[in-house]
T-cell receptor, first 112, second 113 residues
């Protein structure tokens, strides 16, 4: 079962920042937070991951609260092509688990 | 370009027939995975392989079989024993057995009638 809670859907205006929340109150000390997205009828795409520090790459920023019980993925200037289902996953990459546990994610719709 | 290819994108079969889905990667990754996705649902692991000539069952392996004879190839056979084979099938890989960033293929949508 997924260890995360995400809103089912969100809307965002094109050009504005999209802030996608994720709750992971049972996260353990050696688990990372990963974000993937899946555009309709395509394979999931890795976005970013972090342990406790905020992270930024060319796609997005990841803000993790100090207690690590929640995080926010930020797409700074959303475009129509960012419309997708966004998955938040917590996982220990060295834990011997063989799979990523994808929940139902948040369906983000970017509107013109 | 390096990546994962799955073919075909759409596949149609009659009930009772076995069908093999292709997955090839040129990323030199050790580990490969097969997931199944049903409409509106997350991904469920079918099989995974951490090294050539070795593979393990995932959560929903019944009715499926795999082989890993080459590092770059991990084909999935959907057998007639699989009760609900119609689904979107995704192949993925990681550089090693550490479960870090997974690279996914474009998927194959299988329809069995």
């Amino acid at each position: 079962d997924a260890k995360t809670t995400q809103p089912t859907s969100m809307d965002c205006a094109e050009g504005r920042a999209a802030n996608l929340p994720c709750n992971h109150s049972t996260i353990s000390g050696n688990e990372y937070v990963y974000w993937y997205r899946q555009i309709h009828s395509q394979g999931p795409q890795y976005i970013i991951h972090g342990l406790k520090n905020n992270e930024t790459n060319e796609m997005a920023s990841l803000i993790i609260t100090e207690d690590r019980k929640s995080s926010t993925l930020i797409l700074p200037h959303a475009t129509l092509r960012d419309t997708a289902v966004y998955y938040c996953i917590v996982q220990n990459p060295w834990g011997g688990s063989e799979k990523l546990v994808f929940g139902k994610g948040t369906k983000l719709t970017v509107n013109p | 370009d390096g990546g994962i290819t799955q073919s075909p994108k759409y596949l149609f079969r009659k009930e009772g027939q076995n069908v093999t889905l292709s997955c090839e990667q040129n990323l030199n990754h050790d580990a490969m995975y097969w997931y199944r996705q049903d409409p509106g649902q997350g991904l469920r692991l079918i099989y995974y392989s951490q090294i050539v000539n070795d593979f393990q069952k995932g959560d929903i392996a019944e009715g499926y079989s795999v082989s890993r004879e080459k590092k770059e190839s991990f084909p999935l056979t959907v057998t007639s024993a699989q009760k609900n084979p119609t689904a979107f099938y995704l192949c993925a890989s990681t550089p090693d057995t550490r479960l870090d960033e997974q690279y996914f293929g474009p998927g194959t949508r299988l329809t069995v009638t």
